[in-house]
């Protein structure tokens, strides 16, 4: 298992004016950093790709689709654009030299209609997944998709959904993202959920309850790394918290105060913890 940190921690664009981002994540012993942008223009992917090598420290990569894009969509115009959207991360992503694009993709995050998810929606996603199919080919890369707890996304809530979703796309390159935060509102059981997921496990990003440093609260951590152990998951481990100050997802995530003193203590706390808890 490898270990990362989210720049999510510190900003929803992450760019060259971040690259001094690197050596602290160096330096607080982590293995790599997983970047996070919600969009692609502009985006210095191959300076990036050489200054992670300067450190010696990899990364993966992730975003989510937004407002206005979706694969679920029936409009098509919407579909397209999540389409194109994730094609281009996949792109980016190969581009910075990362095997893993992880986050929700089916649905705009945030996005609650009132009503639970229709059989055409599923269809629409498991099409939309399918279509991507060559892309993660040439790309070398793998989509983590991302559930996310019923306060997010009235789409794609729990595990057991995710692996038939990923059942029904029938890709090699399309697994899923664990997050303990989100499983930690959804699943009964954290530990059986990742049994349940298997080989389908891509991804997990290792949250506290209140998205603050793993191990400072009430998510059972010993139980997640027997489970992550008994599937032989051998991916990363990425800490993801937010910065109260990233408008892509501060409506969906709800971070209204500070988890820590400093978004540092978040990163060097939770990955001496998870160290303890996982190696
Ligand atoms: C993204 O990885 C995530 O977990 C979401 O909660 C963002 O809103
Ligand atoms: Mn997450």
Not at 15 to 26: I, M, P, T
Not at 59 to 83: G, H, I
Not at 138 to 159: D, K, M, Q, S, W
């Amino acid at each position: 298992m490898k270990f990362g940190v989210n720049s999510l921690i510190w900003t929803a664009g992450f760019d060259a004016v971040h690259l001094s981002l690197l050596g602290k994540v160096k330096r607080m012993g982590f293995d790599g950093v997983e970047i996070a942008r919600f969009s692609f223009d502009r985006f210095p992917a191959g300076r990036i790709r050489r200054a992670l090598a300067d450190e010696g420290l990899e990364c993966t990569f992730c975003s989510a689709l937004t407002e206005r894009t979706s694969l679920v969509s029936d409009n098509a115009r919407l579909r397209d654009k999540a389409r194109d959207f994730l094609k281009r991360g996949i792109e980016t992503a190969a581009e910075l030299g990362t095997r893993v694009f992880a986050g929700p993709f089916c649905a705009p995050v945030g996005l609650l209609v009132g009503r639970r998810r229709t059989a055409d929606e599923w269809k629409r996603a498991v099409e939309g997944l399918q279509s991507l199919g060559g892309a993660l080919d040439a790309c070398g890369v793998t989509l983590a998709i991302e559930p996310l707890n019923r306060f997010e996304t009235y789409f794609l809530n729990t595990a057991a959904d995710a692996r038939r979703l990923c059942e029904d796309v029938g890709h090699p390159r399309i697994g899923v993202l664990f997050d303990t935060f989100h499983a930690n509102i959804e699943e009964r059981d954290l530990a059986g959920a990742i049994r349940e997921l298997g080989p389908f496990l891509s991804h997990v990003h290792a949250c506290e309850n209140d998205r603050g440093a793993p191990g400072s609260g009430h998510i059972p951590w010993r139980a997640v790394s027997q489970a992550l152990r008994a599937v032989a998951y051998d991916g990363w481990i990425v800490i993801e918290s937010f910065g109260s100050n990233i408008p892509e997802i501060a409506a969906a995530a709800c971070i209204w105060r500070d988890l820590a003193d400093k978004p540092e203590a978040i990163a060097e706390e939770g990955l001496a913890f998870l160290k303890s808890a996982f190696l």
